[in-house]
Nanobody, 120 residues
Framework: QVQLVESGGGLVQPGGSLRLSCAAS????????MGWYRQAPGKQRELVAR???????NYAVSVKGRFTISRDNAKNTVFLQMNSLQPEDTAVYYC??????????????WGRGTQVTVSS
């Protein structure tokens, strides 16, 4: 089993910044892909950004140039630096990791989510 602990959400004014963190622990052999998704009220969950074990990244068009995803492989942690936040970024943000366990099976895990609210 793998546990994910997210932190860093909160309330911020438009134009402000937040940094999300997600630390994975448990029976981990290798973390393959780490990512962040978000879900706003009444909307479907959508990909925000993802990063592979080798450091390749993908971003949603709506956040490109404002958000930066990074990871610390030694600490099994993924970060999302969010700058120039806008009200439309308001959502619950979920960490998502694709993990190969010590038993060499691969599974996807979700965090419990952290609320990000952008409002004046």
């Amino acid at each position: 089993q793998v546990q994910l602990v997210e932190s860093g959400g909160g309330l911020v004014q438009p134009g402000g910044s937040l940094r999300l963190s997600c630390a994975a622990s448990g029976s981990i052999f290798r973390i393959n892909v780490m990512g962040w998704y978000r879900q706003a009220p009444g909307k479907q969950r959508e990909l925000v950004a993802r990063i592979t074990n080798g450091g390749s990244t993908n971003y949603a068009v709506s956040v490109k140039g404002r958000f930066t995803i990074s990871r610390d492989n030694a600490k099994n942690t993924v970060f999302l630096q969010m700058n120039s936040l806008q009200p439309e970024d308001t959502a619950v943000y979920y960490c998502n990791v694709d993990v190969t366990s010590t038993a060499r099976s691969t599974s996807v895990y979700w965090g419990r989510g952290t609320q990000v609210t952008v409002s004046s």
